[in-house]
C-alpha cells in the first residue's frame, strides 16, 4: 500500500478504478462489459498501479459543475451538497486559535463551505493589510506583507484538509469608503498611505463619506474600458496576480468578483475575464460569478451574469435572502427557469437573518431561507455572520445536521421543487421537493397540515421526520402510497421530513 495525497492505492483501489474504466467504455459499445475478463482488468489495475507507484500523478476533478446534473457542484467527480456557516467572512485574517475551532466545528456539523472576502479591514483589531508597512507607517503597494500571504495560506490548507469548499470574494466595496468606521482613511491604496503615487496620479478624491453603493469610489471604474486608469490598475492587477498565485495551487475554491455590488457590468467582466485567463495560463480552469445587490432577482442587472454562462459559471443569488415566505421561493425559481436552457449551480453564500438584525430579519426568517433554497434546488448555502446571520451558532450547526440527515434518504439532485402535489396549504405553510413515485421531501415552518399526492407511488413508506431546530431525528410514520395523504409534522417548531420506500 502506498498514500498519494489522500488516496490509498491498494490493488483493490486500482481493480475498482480500472473496472469503471472498462464499464465506461463497454457502455459505448455493442460489446457487454460482462466479457470482459478479469485476467483483464487485473492487468489494467496493475498498470495504473505501476504508473501512480512510479509517480505519475492522477489528476482528481476539482471543484466543479457536476457533469450529470449541472444545477449541483461536484468534487474529485462526486456531486456534493455544500452547506455552510461561519463566524465572520474573512476568516484567512483570524489567528490559527480561532480559525481551527471554527473549521472544525463547521465540519463537525455537516458542513462544508465557507465565504472568504478578501477584506483587510481594521474594524477587529487583529487585520493585516496585503502590503508591506515601512517604518515612517506608509505602505508599499510594490512589497508585500508576509503575515498576510501566511494566514490566507493557512485558511486555504486547512480548508482543503477537512474538504471545506471556498468561494473567495475579491473586491469588497465596504472596504474602500469612510462611511463604516473610516476605512478609506486608513487603507494603502489611499495616496496618503502608501509611497507609490499621489492624489493628482491616483484620480482619487482624500474621502469618501457616502455608502458604497452610491458607486463614487474610481477605484472600481480603472480598467480600461471604464476610466482606463493604468496607475491604480497596474496594483490591483498586481495584488489579483499575488492572490491568483496562491488560490491556484488549491482545487476547493469558487471565485465571485464582488461583495453585492452594483457597479459597472465592465468592472465586472475584466476581473472575470482576467482570472480565467491567469488560471488558463497555469492550465487551470476555475469558475467565477458576480454577486449583485438587487434584492429582486428579475432586476435587469441580474441578467448580465443570467445571460452570459460563457463568462459566469455559476450565479450567487444571495441577495434573494432578503425576501422571505413565498415571494423567496419563488424568486428563486424564476431564475431556475431562466437557467433551464444552460443549467448553472445557484450558490446562496449569505442566508441573512438573526434576532436582533437591523433589518429586522430573524432566527425563524435564516432557517427558512435555508431550508427554501434547499428545496428549491440551490448548490450552495450559507449562513451569514454576526450581525446580519447567525453565522455557526447551535441554531446554524442543528441545521446544517438536520440537512445531511435528510440528504441520506435522497440526494437533494435527485429531486425537483414541487409544491403542485400539495393542497390545503397556506401560504409558507409547507415546502416539497420530489422524485414522482420515489421520495418526497417537505418542509414545515411551524405547524400546519397539507395534503400530498401520492397516486405515483405504490407500496409502503415511512416519514422520517428532523426536527430542524435540534439537528436530530423525531418519529417514523408508517404511510401507504396511492391517493391523497393528509401529513402534518409533530410539533411546531422547523420541522422536516423525507417519505421514502421502507
Given amino acids: 500500500m502506498r498514500i498519494y495525497g489522500e488516496v490509498e492505492l491498494t490493488s483493490s483501489f486500482c481493480f475498482r478504478v480500472a473496472n469503471s474504466v472498462v464499464r465506461k467504455r463497454s457502455s459505448n459499445s455493442s460489446v457487454s462489459r460482462h466479457v470482459v475478463s478479469r485476467t ?284 422571505s415566505g413565498q415571494k423567496h421561493w419563488d424568486n428563486f425559481l424564476h431564475v431556475r427557469k431562466i437557467l433551464a436552457s444552460q443549467p448553472r449551480p445557484m450558490n446562496t453564500t449569505k442566508t441573512y437573518g438573526v434576532d436582533g438584525n437591523k433589518f429586522g430579519h430573524t432566527d425563524q426568517d435564516a432557517i427558512e431561507r435555508i431550508w427554501r433554497h434547499l428545496l428549491a434546488g440551490a448548490a450552495s448555502m450559507r449562513f451569514h455572520r454576526p450581525v446580519s446571520g447567525m453565522g455557526l451558532n447551535d441554531k446554524a450547526v442543528a441545521c446544517i445536521r438536520a440537512a445531511r440527515k435528510l440528504e441520506s434518504f435522497a440526494p437533494l439532485w435527485s429531486v425537483q421543487a414541487a409544491n403542485e402535489l400539495l393542497s390545503d396549504r397556506e401560504a409558507n405553510e409547507a415546502y416539497l421537493a420530489a422524485d414522482k413515485g420515489r421520495s418526497y421531501l417537505i418542509y414545515f415552518p411551524a405547524g400546519g397540515a397539507v395534503g400530498l399526492d401520492l397516486t405515483d407511488a405504490e407500496g409502503e413508506l415511512t416519514a422520517h421526520w428532523i426536527n430542524i431546530d435540534t439537528g436530530e431525528f423525531g418519529p417514523k410514520d408508517a404511510i401507504q402510497a396511492g391517493g391523497k395523504l393528509e401529513l402534518s409534522p409533530p410539533g411546531k417548531e422547523n420541522w422536516a421530513a423525507a417519505i421514502v420506500a421502507r
Fill in 40 to 323: 483483464v482488468l487485473a492487468s489494467m489495475a496493475c498498470a495504473m498501479a505501476t504508473l501512480l507507484m512510479a509517480g505519475v500523478a492522477v489528476a482528481e476533478e476539482p471543484l466543479r459543475p457536476w457533469k450529470e446534473n449541472a444545477w449541483y457542484w461536484s468534487y474529485h467527480g462526486q456531486p456534493l451538497l455544500l452547506l455552510g456557516g461561519s463566524d465572520d467572512d474573512n476568516l484567512f485574517q483570524w489567528p490559527e486559535e480561532m480559525l481551527i475551532p471554527q473549521l472544525d466545528r463547521l465540519a463537525a456539523a455537516g458542513g462544508n463551505v465557507i465565504r472568504n472576502t478578501m477584506s483587510d479591514r481594521k474594524d477587529k483589531g487583529f487585520e493585516v493589510y496585503p502590503f508591506r508597512q515601512l517604518e515612517d507607517g506608509k505602505y508599499d503597494l510594490n512589497a508585500w506583507s508576509e503575515e498576510y500571504w501566511s494566514r490566507f495560506e493557512r485558511m486555504l490548507s486547512e480548508t482543503a484538509k477537512r474538504k471545506i469548499m471556498v468561494q473567495i470574494e475579491i473586491w469588497d466595496r465596504f472596504d474602500y469608503v469612510d462611511q463604516n468606521e473610516g476605512r478609506w482613511q486608513i487603507h494603502p491604496y489611499n495616496p496618503r498611505n502608501n509611497v507609490n503615487y499621489d492624489y493628482d496620479q491616483s484620480h482619487f478624491a482624500k474621502d469618501y463619506p457616502d455608502h458604497p453603493g452610491a458607486n463614487k469610489q474610481p477605484f472600481f471604474f480603472t480598467t480600461p474600458k471604464q476610466r482606463n486608469n493604468q496607475v491604480v490598475l497596474g496594483y490591483q492587477k498586481r495584488f489579483v496576480d499575488k492572490l491568483l498565485e496562491h488560490l491556484l495551487r488549491y482545487d476547493h475554491v469558487l471565485y465571485c468578483m464582488d461583495n453585492e455590488t452594483n457597479g459597472d457590468e465592465e468592472w465586472s467582466r475584466y476581473w472575470a475575464q482576467f482570472v480565467k485567463q491567469r488560471a488558463a495560463k497555469s492550465d487551470k480552469t476555475v469558475y467565477v460569478t458576480e454577486m449583485w445587490d438587487d434584492w429582486n432577482l428579475a432586476a435587469e442587472r441580474h441578467k448580465r451574469t443570467f445571460d452570459h454562462p460563457e463568462l459566469y459559471d455559476f450565479v450567487d443569488v444571495s441577495q434573494n435572502n432578503h425576501n
